[in-house]
């Protein structure tokens, strides 16, 4: 960070690897997966602290740290890099999904649960698979609407 410009510019103008962003949402999907096939909550509460860390940090949560140490020295530089702040929208929804997931599971809602597991699950695997980031269009849309 240089001097004079205030941390919270710094978290804004920070660019990530979509590469290390697709890797979240591939782990993210098989969480989802899991709390679907056996109806546990606590992968669901596991996936909710990823999502609010990451949300706090892109570049610094769990799933991120996990890429730059053990797949990012393999690959070649990415292409193009892309903006932090649809991101960071993005695992926050993620983490409201997750959150209420185990919520319903915990409180023997599981019709929540699985609502909230599978919507989590649709968003990540579109992120995983096809590079399509949910949240970070959500977050472009109400930027133009409340723009």
Known sequence: MSAGRP???TLVAMELDPRGVRFGATIGSIMFAVVLITG???PAVFQAVVFALT????????YSHVFRKVLLPRLE????LEPA???RFAQTV?????????????????ALGIIAAALGLMASFLN???GYCLGCTMYLLIRRLTT
Do not use: Q
């Open 40 to 42: 546990w909550a606590w």
């Open 85 to 87: 702040a649809p991101v």
């Open 55 to 62: 949300a706090l940090s892109p570049g610094n949560g769990p």
């Open 7 to 9: 941390f919270h510019d």
């Open 77 to 80: 530089p990415p292409a193009e």
């Open 128 to 130: 995983a698979a096809f």
């Open 94 to 110: 993620g983490f409201a999904f997750a959150a209420v997931a185990a919520v319903g599971f915990f409180t023997d809602i599981p």
